[in-house]
């Protein structure tokens, strides 16, 4: 049993009872409802039709737990009889005959994640070419075809956060359209990401120093992700180091 306390209610998770647990399922009504007078809590039964757990036995060709040496439909038919009071006391009842293991979560995550929080974090990360690609980058993209700030003496010792220097990469049609692009395909991305249950995503972006142009379009990206209710944080990875050539 694992308790998870949020800020308006606690919730208690009663994980991985079944009809394997023998005499410790009886004591389970009693203490949900000792534990349900204390706090917010909330009990699921889990279930599927004989024909898709049959099948699913079929498939992974494992024996049920409470009988080894008798049909499996047998064994389901005590198990049922066992886990009658627990479905009874349930508060939900979620019937999986049709769902995979990906659409199950999918529906447990909308039924039960607050809606005001999307759970991906997103990290927009800038890095220079000439320091390697960060390892953990699950998606790169190159910037070096943007004009080089580097080379505009009064902006060179300047980086991709200041205001002169994102001024003067965002006035080429190139970098705004790049920017449209990207944004466009994180934000049909991300979606999907999230269904697939990821819950931690690094975007790079790379330029050859990491202090320009990999700088200013990381900003604003994360700003465009932020602003569609994403979490996001942004990272500079080479940003501090020292200027050379």
């Known amino acids: 049993m694992r308790q998870a306390r949020h800020a308006e209610a606690a919730v208690v998770e009663l994980a991985g009872f079944g009809a394997r647990e023998g005499d410790q399922l009886k004591r389970l009504p009693a203490l949900y409802k000792q534990i349900h007078r204390e706090i917010s809590a909330t009990l699921v039964f889990v279930e599927a039709s004989e024909e898709s757990i049959l099948r ?28 009658a009071p627990i479905r009874k006391l349930a508060d939900m009842v979620i019937d999986t005959s049709r769902f995979n293991v990906h659409e199950l979560r999918q529906f447990i995550v909308r039924r039960f994640q607050p809606r005001a929080r999307r759970p991906l974090m997103v990290s927009v990360v800038s890095f220079g070419y000439r320091y390697g690609i960060p390892v953990d980058a699950d998606l790169a993209f190159d910037v070096r075809f943007l004009p080089n700030p580097h080379f505009v003496p009064q902006l060179r010792k300047f980086s991709g956060k200041d205001a002169k220097v994102a001024r003067y990469i965002r006035s080429f049609p190139q970098t705004r359209q790049f920017l449209r692009r990207i944004e466009s395909l994180l934000l049909y991305l991300l979606p999907h990401y999230i269904r697939e249950g990821k819950s931690y995503l690094t975007v790079a972006l790379g330029c050859t120093g990491g202090r320009h142009r990999s700088v200013m379009m990381a900003d604003s990206i994360a700003r465009a992700l932020a602003g569609r209710g994403y979490t996001v944080k942004s990272v500079h990875r080479d940003l501090e180091r020292e200027v050379t050539g």
């Open 56 to 83: 699913r036995f079929s498939e992974t060709r494992r024996p049920h737990p409470l009988g080894r040496d008798q049909p499996v439909r047998e064994s389901l038919r005590r198990e049922r009889e066992l886990m």
